[in-house]
């Protein structure tokens, strides 16, 4: 029978959610990436062997697994290219699929990123600057080009001309002072790109559909995390897209999982402007930044660092649907003393119940109430299953499980494929 999994981020991104998509996928026909687009990037690490993705899915290295990309995700062309040659050299090119409808970032997208963001003093987002909030803007207002439009330089370049698409963003461009690239620069920097990406252009919905009528079990891969949703985050200091299941129901038609997997360190990490209740400032915020190796994958910017937030990650959990969970990097952690947790907020304003949404007029004024916990020592990579971890450290995976309601079934404790310490 035809089983979908989702893996999706319970917190700020950068959760790790590429290292459990490559275990995962193991035991699935194919994995689709469903939202966001090159601001993610995905670390894998493979018998030693680095890779970062940013646009398709995590399961680069398995032969044996399909690969899509749906059409909600924003794709560059040149990092589509890219990571399209490394498919090549790995002997997998045949295995991966791009959706028809996927929207093009173009150059005047990513200007309009940089010149907004550099305009906007201190109310910046602070993005990745890879064009994502443009394109999204576009694709909403229901003009630009999709990826099928690389097929033909003449419909590539009536896409960029329909409904006002380029006199409007070369406009706004201008107005921050910035030379918007031209619409022959962009349709001439997108068909050298195009030789690469056209043939592995199909219809994602199709072979998704026929795959589940087939019985073919699914994995979707989700990027950034659910504090950073459109809908559900800390907005403004968010992302563009639906990072929950919620975007696969839109953008791919499967409606029901089977398990909705969510990702979460066991401390916090945000890149970026917005509140960040736990996070630790000075001394201590760079000691965790560097021994977790906490710098952003696409960007190289310092990653802020904190303690674990349970009651964002108990929000992170309604809001996502979110059915088990996997913690990430709980080696970092080995050594520590005392290991604090956030398990309420209190603030002096109002009395904050479960129920709440955690926004960022919220979240920028509550005080984290924390618990100590004893740490542990030891090479957690020694243990074979959850059960056999240091008994200190079973007892900060309890506290999650207790505060969130959910059952952690796994926990990584290293970068590599076999780091995984599972319930059973
Ligand atoms: P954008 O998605 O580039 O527009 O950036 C909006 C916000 O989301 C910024 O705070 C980014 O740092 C953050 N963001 C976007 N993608 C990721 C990611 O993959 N990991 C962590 N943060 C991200």
Known sequence: ???????????????????????????????????????????????????????????????????????????????????LQLAEELDVLHTVHLDVHAPIILPIHRELDKARESLSGKGAIGTTQRGIGPCYEDFVARRGPSLQNLR??????????????????????????????????????????????VPALVDTREVISRLRERGDSLLFEGAQGIMLDVFNGTRPYCTSSICGPAAISASL?????????????????????????????????????????????????????????????????????????IITKLDILTDIEKIRVAVAYSTPLAEIGPHRTLDTELLERVEPVYQDMDGWQGDLK??????????????????????????????????????MVWKE
């Open 253 to 325: 038609g499967v409606h029901s999982f089977d398990r909705v997997i969510g990702v979460s360190k066991a401390y916090t990490t945000r890149v970026g402007n917005g509140p960040f209740p736990t996070e630790l400032t000075g001394q201590a915020g760079h000691w965790l930044r560097k021994k977790g190796n906490e710098y952003g994958a696409t960007t190289g910017r310092d990653r802020r660092t904190g303690w674990l937030d349970l009651p964002a990650l108990r929000y992170a959990c309604r809001m996502g649907g979110i059915t088990d969970l």
């Open 382 to 419: 020694n243990c074979s299953s959850i059960k056999d971890l240091p008994s200190n450290a079973k007892k900060f995976l309890w506290k999650i499980e207790e505060q969130t309601g959910l059952p952690i079934i796994g926990v990584s404790v290293g970068p590599d494929r076999e780091d």
């Open 152 to 197: 033909s330089a003449k419909a590539l370049k009536q896409a960029m001309l329909d409904r006002r698409f380029y006199d409007e963003r070369s406009l706004l461009v201008q107005l921050a002072g910035i030379k918007p690239s031209t619409v022959d620069q962009m349709v001439e920097w997108c068909m050298e790109r195009a030789k690469n990406i």
């Open 1 to 83: 029978m035809s089983t979908s999994t989702v893996v999706i981020g319970a917190q700020w991104g950068d959760e790790g959610k590429g290292k459990v998509t490559d275990v995962m996928a193991e035991k699935v026909s194919a994995v689709a990436r469903f939202s966001g687009g090159p601001n993610a990037g995905h670390t894998l690490s493979i018998n030693g062997r680095k890779a970062v993705l940013h646009l398709l899915p995590s399961a680069l290295f398995r032969p044996d697994v399909l690969k899509l990309v749906g059409p909600g995700v924003v794709s560059d062309p040149e990092v589509l290219s890219e990571e």
